[in-house]
């Protein structure tokens, strides 16, 4: 870092006018480097925020978007009528997904907490009661999945 302090000579002279060693003096070398750095951060942002533009330039961004949203729709089923089972059957699929991935980040948790244990005992046996405890969630979750499918699909097959 020597070369961002000032000259001997500047800091005898801000000694001799009562100032501190550093007040006063300015570092070239800093703001350049702190313009450059504002400089390419500006140009990174407008190139990252302009290319889109020119991509989607090509047609109306609200046509395209809209056809996106309607295909998306089309293919999940927005469009048609659904069964009472076929609609609660989406459902619970939908929440046992959410509650398993939440299972999910709580074991990563519980491992990560036993890493970093740093070999107390207590805080050892309480990442590996976490552990248990996920994975028991982990598989109540997976069967009770199996269990609405195969209730769900024995109330569509006989509703038909």
């Known amino acids: 870092f020597g070369s961002l302090r000032p000259p001997s000579a500047g800091r005898q002279a801000a000694d001799r006018l009562g100032k501190g060693r550093n007040e006063g003096i300015e570092y070239p070398f800093i703001k350049n480097t702190m313009n450059t750095f504002m400089r390419r951060t500006i140009l990174a942002a407008g190139s990252m925020l302009g290319v889109p533009g020119v991509v989607l330039a090509e047609s109306n961004p609200f046509t395209t978007s809209q056809n ?92 038909q």
């Open 68 to 159: 996106l949203v309607n295909g998306v729709g089309t293919a999940a089923g927005l469009g048609q009528q659904q069964t009472l089972p076929v609609i609660v059957g989406r459902i619970i699929n939908v929440a046992l997904g959410f509650i398993g991935i939440v299972l999910l980040v709580l074991l990563l948790l519980a491992g990560f907490n036993w890493m970093t244990a740093g070999g107390d005992t207590e805080k050892v046996k309480k990442a590996q009661q976490q552990i248990k405890n996920a994975i028991i969630g982990l598989v109540i979750i997976v069967a009770a999945f199996a269990i609405s499918n195969f209730v769900l699909s024995s109330l569509i097959n006989v509703a």
